[in-house]
């Protein structure tokens, strides 16, 4: 007797985008592919020919181009009718935005919670259309994926979840994040002629992430002769201050130089249901600095140094940095993986 293989799709419209929901998505699909396990994948991406497509191994899995914007009217009408099209088994989304009218089973990732604090100036329509989207993704879901404990901790609180229908899974960083040579972090440091000693920070410049906080300190801590690096992914650009310098969409191949030759990588942020970049930084044996908050304990443990988000003590940490840790973040994305196709296939 022939025995049916999963068909499983994949939303990928985030993929392309430099964010972390595009790195997670782009780092799992690859691993998931590279394994071997009875199971058929589709991924729906927004176009045929996506640039990160190219970067997959030349395996067998299925493309549907679904160009619907994340958020969107087109999202909730149009999305469940290629879902319906590709006919799979399950859908796993790296996201909260499931259509509410998915055809199938789903397994949604929830990476944090930060717009139930945090609603960054959206419109009460978005806040409350936010809150329905994300009230079914974890109670209609098959189950429910989340990047730390604090995110399923908020889950179960919030939603009444029980313990068994959570899975924590933290996230991986790419092997390209290690402790690099001298000659390529002084390479790179003349790449974007950094000169002087400086301290990072990598990501956004959403509310939650104060970087006028972090802007604020650096320019009273009288720190002479250092600047303040902020690598911005995506946001609005904070304006010119002397010292500080903004890289925008740097190509992930510099990175890990940049945080091997900072004095710190440094993040005042008020939330966070993962971080990325701290586990990057950890990877490259950067000494990190952060707020005792949300997923950031759990990951640095003893490897960093924790501040409160004043500038007191913002100041404080510019004036006596941590040294280089040697205890590094190693997780992998095949570990990531093969942690998901547990929940996909149970």
Not at 172 to 186: D, G, R
Not at 230 to 247: D, F, N, Q, Y
Request: glycine fraction near 4%.
């Amino acid at each position: 007797m022939i025995q049916h293989m999963m068909h499983v799709g994949i939303d990928c419209r985030f993929a392309s985008t430099k964010s972390g929901l595009g790195c997670y998505t782009r780092e799992l699909v690859k691993a998931l592919l590279q394994r071997d396990d009875p199971i058929r994948y589709t991924l729906f991406t927004r176009l045929k020919d996506d640039g990160w497509l190219r970067a997959l191994p030349p395996t067998t899995y299925g493309l549907q181009p679904t160009a619907y914007s994340h958020y969107s009217l087109a999202e909730q009408l149009l999305l469940p009718g290629a879902i319906r099209h590709a006919k799979v088994d399950l859908y796993f989304a790296p996201h909260f935005n499931i259509p509410l009218l998915c055809p199938v089973p789903f397994i949604v990732t929830i990476h944090d919670l930060i717009l139930h604090r945090f609603p960054n100036h959206a419109s009460l329509f978005r806040q409350f259309a936010y809150r329905t989207v994300m009230n079914h993704a974890v109670k209609r879901a098959k189950h429910v994926i989340t990047v730390s404990k604090t995110v399923a901790d908020d889950l179960m609180k919030m939603y009444s979840l029980a313990e068994d229908a959570v899975s924590i899974i933290h996230e991986a960083v790419n092997p390209l994040f290690c402790p690099q040579s001298l000659e390529i972090q002084k390479s790179v440091r003349e790449k974007y002629f950094l000169n002087k000693p400086f301290f990072l920070y990598v990501g956004n410049t959403k509310q939650h992430k104060n970087i006028p906080l972090l802007i604020e300190a650096f320019t009273k801590s009288d720190c002479m002769g250092t600047e303040l690096v902020l690598v911005i992914g995506e946001g609005t650009l904070p304006k010119e201050v002397a010292g500080v310098r903004v890289l925008q969409t740097i190509p992930t191949d510099d990175l890990p130089a940049l945080y091997c030759a900072a004095r710190a990588f440094i993040t005042a942020t008020s939330y966070e249901g993962f971080c990325l970049p701290v586990a990057e930084a950890l990877a490259c044996g950067c000494p990190v600095i952060a707020t005792r908050t949300g997923a950031i304990m759990e990951m640095i443990g003893n490897r960093g140094m924790f501040i409160e988000p004043t500038v007191h003590s913002l100041i404080s940490a510019y004036k006596n940095p941590p040294f280089h840790s040697h205890e590094r973040w190693n997780r992998g994305w095949e570990d990531v993986a093969q942690q998901t196709v547990k929940n996909i296939s149970r």
